[in-house]
């Protein structure tokens, strides 16, 4: 069983120009649990992250696993998984070819890959095309993924997005039973009905800042309970609250006494003689802490460095009768004279109706149960619970405001292609023309790049809103060869794939895959693309690396498998060859015929030779120097249709390569 790892977040701030991303952000997350990381849309999770896996560079401060940042790691795809984006995939490969080419990449054995299709129920789905995948089911193949080298650490970012209730249970079973296993398992969502279920700590941001570290026990201020009680005759019910001195409030599922525990006002209703129908502590509307948090209006201490991360075991349904609640319901209903299951069926009284639309927001957290499910907690019955399912259709796509892009080196520009695969299909009926070859329109001169990236001063915006007035355009750097740029900024950024020690795989098209599940594309050298290989052209299959495992399909297997013609398609899923490519299309194709045709394809052990792309990444396309999605880009600017998320989602470049060694700022050089 692998080991889980412990995360930990030291000071990590990540400025994009005028926003501040993350915020001098310090937590741990612990193995042998789920962690939840929550924050509102634009909170700071997804970058930090990417920080984490290495995908962005952080400002100051530094993210580790297990001690060591991500670029130190040996064997990074055996050591975490991770699911950044729901749809990173090529429409027209099947889910098991592409997990065949991450398994090919990172020395992972092909018996892996039907593994993980099974372990994340999709046997039966490996060979259909992802194009005529659900959400759900590109969810589970990036849970696939991410458990290809079957890592102790799993970072999934919103990864019940798309699922149905079913599936969001299954993911909440699975996550658990991961964790259970001692791996470190880290969710990040947007909602705390989604995770409140699953996660046995959380980490909640707001603004780039952490505002709770902690469990949901911890979340909850038990001072806030409150207890709901209910009877037939609420009339009387209240006048003996009242003559109690017990204020309470009229709520649709009863009268809520704030600040006293069902003992108290269950003795109160059996001194006077009413019987009741309910009585249940409830704990605080964790929504509304959560909320609160987020919105400033209240602060945790952990917040304030007073980390209580260790504190609780998992947590459980937030409301629970405990023993005492149910005896002193016990004691209320037999002086009253009344059994709990008769008093189940009482309907509650008329004055609840008028409140019944002020009061359905807070049913959600209210979790009030009646007599007869009481009675079932007795017998040992689970409580009532949130139903976790009503979060499935809570997912929306997050519109990210990318108007603050800093700026992004020339040799660096090449399309993140899991954002590229991401790309939604166009309509049949409007199609893309397609990109000619050659020369593209002329880039608009550039100002001059802005050093602020590479020396960050002083935060002109601590914690900007999203909202805020769009800053002044960070300046364009200028096109420059890499021998001009200075040291590689991005330097920590790991050599995706191509792990120390193990071979690695490159193409002509020059690509990384990174086993964050994020490929990149770099554009082909100026060659003509390469024919289609003859099936039995030998000479055109590469030597397998010599020390390949055994257990590893060799190159030209694999090779033979993905040039083998799709079947044709068991379900409806339009034939890849009726898409409308886009940019991002033919992008893609070219990469994955490098694998079909194996002309692209060679094995190296020698990292700094190979460096997936690096020196192919710093070849100009003929006559243009940018690549395919900086001309989209141009093509936005300059009016034309559909410029694909290429453009809109272009970040903060993942870089293919560093032939340097990894950036020992903050380590201290452990390697
Ligand atoms: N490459 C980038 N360039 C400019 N700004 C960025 C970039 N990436 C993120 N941001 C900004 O950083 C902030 C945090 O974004 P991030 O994606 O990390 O938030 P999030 O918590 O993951 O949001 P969501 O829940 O919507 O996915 C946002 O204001 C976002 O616009």
Known sequence: MPDGQSLEFSGVTKRFGAVTAVSDLSARVEPGRVTGFLGPNGAGKTTTLRILLGLVRATSGHATIGGRRYAELGHPLQTVGAVLEASSFHPGRTGAAHLTIYAQAAGIPRSRVDEVLGLVGLGDAGGRKVGGYSLGMRQRLGLAYALLGDPGVLVLDEPSNGLDPEGIRWMRGFLRQLAAEGRTVLVSSHLLAEVQQTVDALLIISRGRLV???????????????????????????????????????????????????????????????????????????????????????????????????????????????????????????AAGVTPAAAAGAAPGGQADEHRDADDSREADESVVDAAALDAEATGAPGAAAALGAAAGAAWAAERDREDEEPVPATETAAPVDDVLAEPEPAASAPEPALEPGPGPEPEPEPEPSPADAAPGPDPDP?????????????????????????????????????????????????????????????????????????????????????????????????????????????????????????ADVEADAFFAAFDTGEGLSTDDDVSSSTAGAPSAQRPEPDDPRSLSERSETKRADGADDPGPVAERAEEPREAASTTPADDEHEGGRR
């Open 463 to 583: 914690e900007p809103s999203r909202t805020d007035s769009a800053p002044e355009p960070e300046p364009e750097p200028e096109p420059a060869a890499a021998s001009e740029l200075g040291p590689d900024p991005y330097a920590d950024v790991p050599t995706v794939g191509a792990p120390v020690g193990e071979p690695v795989v490159t193409t002509s098209a020059g690509f990384a895959v990174a086993s964050t599940g994020v490929i990149d594309i770099v554009p082909p050298a100026p060659e003509p693309a390469p024919e289609p290989a003859p099936e039995s052209d030998a000479a055109n299959e590469p030597d397998p690396p010599e020390d390949a495992d055994p257990d590893v399909e060799e190159l030209g297997a694999i090779d033979d498998e993905l040039s083998t013609p799709e079947p044709p398609d068991e379900d409806d899923d339009r034939p890849w060859e009726h898409y409308v490519k886009t940019d």
């Open 212 to 334: 709770f570290e902690g469990s949901i026990d911890d979340l909850a201020d038990p001072t806030e309970h409150a207890t709901v009680v209910d009877a037939p005759d609420r009339e009387a019910l209240a006048a003996a609250l009242s003559a109690a001195g017990l204020p309470y409030e009229v709520l649709r599922s009863g009268l809520t006494v704030r600040g006293a525990d069902p003992a108290a006002v269950g003795a109160a209703a059996a001194a006077a003689g009413v019987a009741l129908s309910g009585l249940q502590r409830r704990g605080p509307a964790l929504e509304e802490v959560f909320l609160d948090l987020v919105n400033g209006t209240r602060v945790h201490a952990s917040a304030a460095g007073v980390s209580s991360v260790d504190a609780a075991p998992p947590a459980t349904a937030p409301v629970e009768a405990s023993p005492a609640d149910a005896a002193a319901f016990g004691s209320a209903a037999v």
